[in-house]
């Protein structure tokens, strides 16, 4: 199954520091010391609440915001993270 959620990434000026965060996916943050470092931990930090939420008996996704309904602040940075998750045991064996 793949899943696509907008993750905020703001750079903090005090560390240099990219934070991201998911909008729709509460508590899902991320950091990294570059961009594509921040991107990266985002896309785990997003799969690790997918699948987490996934596994529950009645398990429901948040709905996708539109890029234009984010409260933003001036420099954020918004990227589309794709999650893909398979759900077949021993698919990988």
């Given at each position: 199954m ?8 703001r750079k ?15 508590c899902?943050?991320?950091e990294?010391d ?6 990266d931990n985002?896309?785990d930090?997003?799969?690790n609440?997918?699948?987490?939420e996934?596994l ?8 996708v915001?539109d890029?234009?309904d984010l409260?933003l602040?001036?420099?954020?940075i918004?990227r589309?993270i794709?999650v893909?998750i ?7 064996e």
């Amino acid at each position: 199954m793949k899943f696509i959620y907008p993750a905020v990434f703001r750079k903090e000026e005090s560390s240099g520091k990219y934070k991201a965060f998911f909008p729709n996916l509460e508590c899902c943050y991320a950091e990294g010391d570059t961009l594509d470092d921040a991107i990266d931990n985002a896309n785990d930090a997003a799969y690790n609440w997918i699948y987490a939420e996934l596994l529950e008996e009645d398990a429901e996704l948040p709905p996708v915001s539109d890029k234009s309904d984010l409260e933003l602040e001036e420099g954020d940075i918004v990227r589309n993270i794709l999650v893909n998750i398979r759900m077949f045991e021993g698919w990988d064996e």
